[in-house]
């Protein structure tokens, strides 16, 4: 019994750390049938099938307005390019944080375009009432904003009337130290007609062909109801969501451009993939419903920046739901708020790690000082195992039979070798799923060749290609020593009675070696810290022992 349950622990071990790797836990997306759809009221039903509008079959480049120059918006955390004809943003460059890790790269981009006139958020209309405001030329307020520490917020301001009377003005207000803006859209009716329309939010997004990390996420997120649903950039095409939603997202690994709406009312969400590959997410409002002189303001928040549970739950807007680490939820966030905790003293993300390694150690120091005690007990049991395998080879069922009386005679588990490795899974997978979403550890160095602990650990640079490794090639220091770590305390441990049991144990050390060689160093670094760790009690135990 002891060879087979082990065997499937470790089995079981493989298949779910690869399960995680090729399918990491998401909530299931599902679009909403249309039964669902909200009522606005029963002049005027929200979304009716012409009021289902998609996104412009163009981009927002305003005709008249094509050569206006552009608005550049400076802040302390970022430099924006806003369109300088419509409510467009072009360009968003975060000021902390690179592109990439190595000196001299340019700033992290989140608006990805192909061409200088696209946009990677703009405003408009479905177009049933409102057939030219998609192309129209607004009267801009100012031109560059400039917003220095300490500054009041200051506001871009768009106009624009159509010749039937209807008046729209889209304020944007920019804060110095926050990467929130506050949207108003202010609708006067001054026609002589009710105005039925959908206003839209658009986000435009071209995916960048950059090798994701593991268990990384990237696509469109919202919040419906209270509950969060994902979906993956390649099932983005022609997915409908409808009901209560507070905000959705376009999510690339550890940011996220996302639209917030103030009152929370119930909308639809709607998203497709142009054949050049272009993502479009449209955030669609109730249908506008004003009659003649009526007057309406729509308040929304454009966030654009990291994904930091503390910046994001700042805007008490349930933003914060966005980081979701999938099943593992529950632990994973303790842990990056007891990272964060730590780095804020030691000042280094590794340090840190180490530091939580040894607290969890000490935590389960208890449970894995039986376990070891029971492995080191049941050496002693091995001759009469052995001799009870010899007696009853030829009966299955009573070797079993007499090994599990054995054991509750002497009162050991014969399980008790597995626990060290058991209780550390959740955490592990939990770091697993920490590491390659939270900003935090985005280029975080350590010491030395280990300069980013969501990245892999390479020594030197290899022009050439090396199997079973992802790029860049290099001697994955860490991951080596990790595994001689846990070589060393296999040797440490009892020899299981069973030769076949023996030899799988000792495997388990390259196996792990090959399946960590692409993990970020910083799971690498957790693992090899709990190793020495438990090297150093089971030495202790061995000695006590004797």
Not at 320 to 347: C, H, M, Q, S
Not at 390 to 412: F, P, R, S
Request: hydrophobic letters at 40%; one cysteine or more.
């Amino acid at each position: 019994m002891d060879k087979r349950t082990l065997l499937a622990l470790g089995l079981s071990f493989l298949v779910f750390l690869v399960w995680s790797l090729v399918y990491s836990p998401k909530p299931t997306e599902k679009p909403i049938d249309k039964q669902s759809m909200p009522e606005k009221d029963q002049r005027q039903p929200f979304l009716k099938e012409r009021a289902m509008p998609s996104a412009p079959k163009r981009d927002f480049v305003l005709e008249a307005g094509r050569d206006s120059e552009d608005i550049r918006i400076e802040t302390e955390l970022y430099t924006a390019i806003f369109s300088g004809s419509g409510p467009a943003i072009k360009s968003f460059k975060l000021k902390k944080y690179l592109s990439r890790l190595e000196k001299g790269s340019p700033l992290r981009e989140l608006i990805h375009i192909k061409n200088k006139d696209g946009y990677g958020f703009n405003l408009g209309f479905s177009g049933q009432n409102i057939p030219n405001i998609n192309w129209a030329t607004y009267n801009v307020s100012r031109r560059d904003i400039n917003i220095r520490p300490g500054d009041q917020p200051k506001e871009l301001i768009y106009e624009w009337k159509s010749p039937q009377g209807i008046e729209i003005q889209t304020r944007f207000l920019f804060y110095a130290d926050e990467y929130k803006i506050d949207l108003s859209v202010i609708i006067n009716n001054k026609s002589e007609h009710l105005l039925d329309d959908n206003l839209l939010l658009n986000l435009a997004h071209f995916p960048q062909e950059t090798k994701k990390s593991y268990g990384a996420f990237e696509g469109m997120a919202l919040l419906l109801g209270n509950k969060l649903k994902e979906v993956k950039v390649k099932k983005l095409k022609d997915q409908v969501f409808s009901g209560q939603i507070p905000w959705m997202a376009y999510e690339e690994p550890y940011f996220m451009a996302a639209i917030i709406n103030e009152k929370s009312e119930k909308a639809a969400v709607k998203s497709t993939i142009l054949p050049d590959g272009e993502i479009r997410i449209s955030y669609i409002s109730p249908s506008l419903n004003l009659g003649q002189a009526e007057k309406i303001i729509e308040k929304f928040i454009l966030y654009l920046g990291p994904r930091d549970l503390y910046i994001l739950k700042a805007l008490n807007k349930k933003l914060e739901k966005a980081i979701n680490f999938g099943w593992f939820d529950i632990i994973a966030k303790p842990l990056l708020v007891t990272l964060r905790f730590f780095n804020k003293y030691l000042a280094n993300y590794g340090l840190s790690i180490i530091l939580l390694t040894i607290i969890i150690k000490i935590l389960f120091w208890p449970l894995t000082h039986k376990s070891y005690q029971s492995m080191k007990e049941m050496r002693k049991l091995q001759p009469m195992m052995a001799k009870i395998r010899e007696k009853y080879k030829g009966n299955k069922q009573e070797m079993q039979k007499q090994l599990m009386g054995l054991y509750k005679t002497y009162k050991i588990n014969p399980m008790g070798g597995c626990l060290p490795m058991i209780v550390q899974i959740p955490v592990f997978f939990a770091l697993f799923r920490v590491l390659p979403n939270s900003i935090e550890l985005r280029h975080a160095p350590f010491i030395l060749w280990v300069k980013d602990l969501s990245a892999p650990d390479r020594l030197f640079s290899f022009p050439f290609q090396i199997p079973f490794m992802a790029p860049p090639y290099g001697i994955p220091v860490l991951t080596l020593i990790m595994g001689a770590s846990m070589f060393l305390q296999q040797k440490m441990t009892p020899t299981p009675g069973d030769p076949a049991q023996a030899k799988m144990m000792m495997l388990l050390p390259i196996v792990f070696t090959f399946m960590f060689i692409n993990f970020p160093s910083g799971l690498v670094l957790y693992w090899l810290v709990n190793n020495i760790l438990s090297i150093a009690q089971q030495y202790r135990i061995n000695r006590q022992v004797g």
